[in-house]
RNA sequence: GCCGCGGUAGUAUAGCCAGGCCAAGUAUGCGGGCCUUUCGAGCCCGUGACCCGGGUUCAAAUCCCGGCCGCGGCACCA
């Protein structure tokens, strides 16, 4: 069916669909997300609450993502919330805090409130001391036998004391009194859950800041208020009515429910997504962090491109907007999602097709010389949608650069926007033909990008391919020297790239094809 | 081992709560065609799935039970 058949058909047919309509239209009817349970327009409070000890990776994005989208669908508001209690096992990264809020920037996640809770350390103090006071909570001073003995359905004895006695230690605990693993906080549950871990959890315990310093407040505090504690705090203060996060944490809500309706606090909506995997790429942060450790210099650092993050996938030229509407289209899902590749390039293509400008590159270039009746201009399409062109004048003698696999499959060429070819490898010669075009689609001559020599610059494309870097050489027009560092392009039937580093070669990445 | 959650085409997702309009929609992938001075984009056609087994019902992807498989959790981590 030819193409004016086509769209007499559509038009007689669907005449509402026969109008023009653009890639970037079709794509703003992305699907909508499911409707909030429980969620009343203008009255929407969601966050993100991550933990600064790492950048972000595409499988943190899902739930920033999601929490923004839905604020922003409800006229609500979004919390950003640096979840930092841990100086000990989860040490903090001072870095983190500013490269989460850069990558979130730059997602388009924006937040309308920021908190950073080792910055709000009097906050937990107070609702500890609510806790204890209304029988919410207790403290434990059997040490790991306390442990124990919830294992075995048992407490200890401390749980019954009156509230006057808990204050008092609570304020022991405060001013030194008790060392790491001496005395803790407990929220009580119910001691024979068939959870153990739920059993009577910790609130808030000491670790010992003179040894691990909190790179924010150092030594100032001693007692530290758990994750579950400290989150179901926040959210009650901060008014949260919505928390989206990973299923890894459905334990967690069940033991932060205990707390809400022992302290009468209305708690939140909770929902649980699935972990999010990126087919073909690493984002585990332990991982991530071996491996750098083992194989020094050979990773750039949180901005590889071999590597899920955030940092990695902008480095290589995915755009935030790709990542936003991948993950949209995921949705609120409960089962883990392997996110293909091929998906995800297919709509980050798609979005760079329109901003990319085209540079002919040749891969693994052979010269060859131009045997012509007289100089020609070229005329090479800056964008296919736009009129702009390159013009270069060959002249007969002039030598150009052809991709050596494209003259071995075929033994005539058109050089795209200037003229039709025969190859002679043997001489290195490309003698012009002429015929313009339309021959070289009747003959199905390949239309093949080409450099010309005097004006060619060097290129150096990395490709990455699980955990290698794949290096590749060629050649490219000068005019790639009018692009900056974090340019996409795209080179002319070989793929997208970002530009990476200028200098005299240029250094790319390899987004895709 | 114990608790919890889930299983729709190669991948991802819609539908499941409120059973029929679902011989299952969409995206991507794959095959074919059109268009095009790129093997890109766009357009058209095609391909391909309800984990298995029982039950309830006039009717089940949708409800119930069992099995299998997958995932999460079982910290004084977040």
């Not at 990776?57 to 920033?64: E, F, L, Q, S, Y």
């Not at 902008?314 to 409960?334: D, F, M, N, W, Y």
Request: hydrophobic fraction near 35%; proline fraction near 6%; include cysteine.
């Amino acid at each position: 069916m030819g193409l004016e058949e086509q769209k007499r058909i559509l038009e007689d047919e669907y005449p509402e669909l026969a109008r023009p309509g653009r890639a970037g239209e079709k794509r703003a009817e992305t699907k909508r997300l499911p409707p909030l349970p429980g969620a009343e327009k203008g009255r929407v409070v969601t966050r993100f609450a991550p933990n600064p000890d790492f950048a972000m990776h595409i499988g943190n994005a899902r739930p920033a993502i999601l929490s923004h989208e839905y604020a922003r669908e409800y006229r609500g508001k979004m919390i950003l919330r640096f979840e930092d209690t841990d100086p000990r096992t989860k040490t903090p990264i001072k870095e983190a805090y500013d490269l989460i809020r850069e990558d979130l920037k730059w997602l388009g996640v924006k937040w309308d409130e920021e908190h950073v809770q080792s910055l709000r350390m009097e906050f937990f103090y107070e609702a500890a001391r609510e806790a204890l006071e209304k029988g919410c909570a207790y403290i434990d001073l059997c040490g790991e036998a306390g442990r124990e003995l919830l294992r075995e359905g048992k407490y200890c004895k401390t749980r019954d004391n009156s509230p006057e006695w808990q204050l008092g230690e609570f304020d022991k605990m405060l001013s030194g009194v008790y060392g790491e693993k001496e005395a803790v906080v407990r929220v009580k549950t119910d001691p024979n859950h068939p959870n153990p871990s739920i059993r009577d959890w910790v609130a808030l315990r000491i670790i010992d800041t003179s040894k691990t310093p909190h790179p924010l407040v150092g030594d100032k505090y001693i007692v530290w208020p758990t994750y579950n504690f400290a989150v179901t705090v926040d959210d009650h203060l901060m008014g949260v009515t919505h928390v989206i996060r990973a299923k890894e944490h459905e334990v967690n809500t069940e033991k932060q429910l205990f707390l809400y309706k022992c302290l009468r606090w209305e708690p939140p909506r909770f929902i649980h997504i699935g972990r999010l995997k990126l087919e073909g790429f690493i984002l585990s942060k332990s991982f991530i962090r071996k491996i750098m450790d083992e194989n020094p210099g050979k990773f750039w650092g949180f901005d590889d491109p071999r590597f899920g993050t955030i940092a990695g996938l902008r480095r290589r030229g995915i755009t935030p907007e790709a990542i936003r509407e991948v993950i949209l289209h995921l949705g609120v899902k409960h089962t883990e999602a392997t996110l293909s590749w091929a998906n995800l390039a297919s709509i980050n293509r798609k979005i760079l097709d329109a901003r990319s400008d085209r540079i002919m590159f040749v891969e693994s270039p052979r010269a060859f010389r131009v045997s012509m009746d007289k100089c020609r201009e070229a005329s090479i399409p800056v964008h296919p949608d736009r009129p702009e062109t390159r013009k270069y004048r060959i002249c007969p003698g002039d030598i150009v650069y052809l991709d050596s696999r494209d003259v071995e499959e075929s033994p005539r060429v058109r050089l795209l926007g200037l003229d039709n070819f025969s190859v002679e490898k043997e001489r290195s010669l490309l003698e012009m033909i002429g015929g313009g075009v339309e021959y070289a689609r009747k003959a199905s001559i390949p239309i093949i990008q080409w450099v010309p020599a005097s004006r060619a610059v060097d290129v150096k494309v990395l490709k990455p391919e699980g955990l290698e870097l794949v290096e590749s050489r060629g050649v490219a027009e000068e005019a790639i020297r009018n692009y900056r560092i974090g340019d996409t392009l795209q080179f002319v039937r070989y793929g997208f790239i970002r530009i990476d580093k200028t200098g005299s070669d240029v250094t790319v990445i390899y987004t895709h094809d």
